[in-house]
């Protein structure tokens, strides 16, 4: 089975898409936005530059490989990495390994600079999340090119956020402090063609949902994308060429109380003999947004699902549950 995903359009007439906003959100919990929402240039730069990297040899790659174990930025190679792991129901560090290599960099793409010369790491942590991306030495314009289009990205989840906030009934502005120092990191996935059988249980990414307030995800058309549906069966995405998908995250499922949904997903070993690629640019809240039920998503006589959480440590948890 196959689903289409409807199209969201932050750059069209907003008040006209809040009523089907909120409810994608509250049963797919994914929807996609037209590629025009980020300048072709753009785009089309930092997606040729991902994929001569992902061509150059493993050696070379491994240049600007994690330099320690649980960094957070640069090339982790294939297998490295076991998605499932982070999942609520996942295994405790027992996942079978993901079948994909990755470069991700993180917010000191912004070029702002936030002081934590008084803050403690071992206790804070958000010097760790902002620790300094690595760069490849090829393609030499790879620093210029994703940099570019992490900030368009940016500004794009800060529109979508924008139209969420009213789809909730709350003031158009509600989560600019929320996020006004925000923590994304973006990541691009490279699925090698598997020669022979894929080992058992094992798939290009494992099941999980994402940790932030939502992804924004461009692919290329390569088949493998499922979600999981609220009665636990798979359902794969269908590819609209022109378009980017979006996921909310679990700090959205947080804010609105399970109203709308942070859905499982998977890359699933699909036409394996083909390679794969995918740009996902992961928008977080501040390190130290508290998360917690907004008073618009709580019903009379309701408790809240989830106990309130900073942003910041959630997703280093997270994060660190999916090293193998």
């Not at 960094?71 to 129901?89: K, R």
């Not at 998908?245 to 804010?255: H, K, P, R, Y």
């Amino acid at each position: 089975m196959a689903a289409r995903l409807e199209i969201i359009d932050p750059t069209g007439d907003v008040d006209s898409q809040l009523d089907a906003l909120d409810r994608v959100c509250r049963t797919m919990g994914f929807f996609r936005i037209p590629y025009h929402v980020v300048d072709e240039a753009v785009r089309e730069r930092a997606w040729a530059d991902a994929a001569r990297f992902f061509a150059l040899v493993p050696e070379v790659k491994a240049e600007v490989g994690f330099p320690e174990v649980g960094y957070p930025y640069g090339y982790s190679p294939f297998a490295f990495e076991a998605l499932a792991a982070s999942a609520a129901d996942g295994p405790e560090g027992d996942a079978v390994p993901d079948l994909k290599e990755s470069f991700s960099v993180g917010p000191d793409c912004l070029g702002t600079v936030i002081d934590l010369t008084d803050s403690d790491p071992s206790e804070s942590g958000e010097a760790w999340l902002r620790s300094p991306s690595l760069w490849p030495d090829e393609p030499a314009s790879m620093r210029e090119s994703w940099t570019a289009v992490f900030r368009a990205f940016s500004d794009v989840a800060a529109d979508l956020l924008s139209m969420m906030a009213l789809a909730m009934e709350l003031p158009p502005n509600f989560f600019e402090p929320l996020i006004d120092r925000h923590s994304s990191a973006m990541r691009v996935n490279h699925y090698p063609a598997v020669d022979g059988p894929v080992p058992p249980g094992a798939l290009r990414a494992g099941a999980h949902s994402d940790y932030g307030t939502l992804t924004i995800l461009r692919t290329d058309g390569v088949p493998g994308l499922e979600v999981r549906r609220q009665d636990g069966s798979w359902v794969s995405v269908v590819d609209e060429p022109g378009t980017f998908v979006v996921n909310l995250g679990d700090s959205i499922a947080q804010w609105t109380n399970d109203r709308w949904r942070s859905t499982v997903h998977r890359v699933a070993p699909v036409e394996v003999d083909r390679a794969r690629m995918s740009m996902a640019f992961f928008h977080m809240a501040n390190w130290d947004a508290q998360i917690e039920c907004l008073p618009s998503c709580l019903e009379p006589g309701e408790s809240p699902i989830y106990e309130p959480v900073q942003a910041g440590p959630w997703l280093m948890s997270k994060f660190q549950r999916t090293v193998t």
